[in-house]
C-alpha cells in the first residue's frame, strides 16, 4: 500500500494547476501564449531572505493563503499564481506585499489579515523565495497531462466506490451522476472527486456556517466556513477577518457537507483513487 502522503502530494499538485484555454491572436496570426506559457515577469530588485524566516513564512502562507493561491504560491482555488504577479514582480521587502495583505481585495473575494508584522515580513520572504525558484525554474509550470490519470481499473474502482470507500452512501448512480464521466473530463473530473468545493475555475468557495473553538484557552471564534481539508481549517468571522487554524489544536461545531471528501484524501492509496477515477470516468 503506497504511504497517504503520496496520495495527498499528488492531490495538492491538481488543486494547484488551474488549465488556461488559449487565446486566439490577431486575424491571420497565431494563436497568443496562454499566460501559463509565458516567461513570469522578472524580479525587479532581486532579495534574499534568512532561511529560518522563509519557513516561518511558508507555513503561515499555507495556513492563511494557501486556500487560495495554493501552498506553493502557485495558484490554488481561486486566488492568482504569485510567482507571475506584477506586483510581486515589483516589490521590494513587502513595499507593495504589506499593505494589500492587512487591507485585502474584498471585491475580488480577498479578505484582511489581521496580522503581527513580524508574520508579514515572513509570508513576504516566502513569497519572494517561491518566485525566486519559478525564476531559476525558467517559469515552467508544473502539469498533469491526462495520460499520468489513465492507471486505474474501473472494475475495482466500482467495488471501492460501492464498498470500502462509502461513496455509494451519498452518491446514487443515476440522475445527473449517471454521466458525471461524459460531462467531465481529465483533471476536471480528477478535480471533481478530490475537491468537489472547487466548481469552477476561479470561483469563490462557498462559505458555510461553522464555529472553531480552540483547544489552547477555549475561546471561541464563530464564523463561516471559507476552507477545511485534513490540516487545516479557516473561517471567516462577522467582520471579515479570516482565521485559519491547524485542524489537530481545534475543537470543531458545525456542519460541513462535504466533511466526508475532505476526510477521504487521508485515507485513499494512489491505486483506490485511480480505480475511483477510471470508474467515474466509465459513468456516460
Known sequence: MIHRTLVLELAVLILVISPLPAQQGGRGGPPAQSPASRLPP??????????????????????????????????????????????????????????????????????????????????????????TKTESEKGNRRSVDVEDLQTGNAEAGKQYFNGAGGCAKCHSVRGSFATVGARFQGLALMQRMLYPRNRAPGATPGLLPATVVTNANGQTISGRLAYRDEFTITIVDANEWSHSFPVATVKIEGDDPLREHTEQLGKYTEKDMHDVFAYLQSLK
Not at 492568482?80 to 475580488?108: E, F, N, Q, Y
Not at 473575494?109 to 509570508?123: E, K, Q, R, Y
Open 42 to 131: 522578472k524580479t525587479v530588485t532581486p532579495q534574499t531572505y534568512p532561511a529560518d524566516q522563509i519557513q516561518a513564512g511558508e507555513s503561515r502562507f499555507i495556513s492563511q493563503c494557501g486556500f487560495c493561491h495554493g501552498r506553493d504560491a502557485q495558484g490554488g482555488e481561486s486566488g492568482p499564481d504569485l510567482t507571475r504577479s506584477p506586483l510581486v514582480a515589483g516589490d521590494v521587502r513587502g513595499d507593495k506585499l504589506t499593505p494589500l495583505i492587512l487591507a485585502g481585495r474584498p471585491a475580488a473575494g480577498m479578505p484582511a489579515f489581521s496580522l503581527p508584522s513580524a508574520d508579514i515580513d515572513a509570508i513576504v520572504a516566502f513569497i519572494h523565495d517561491a518566485k
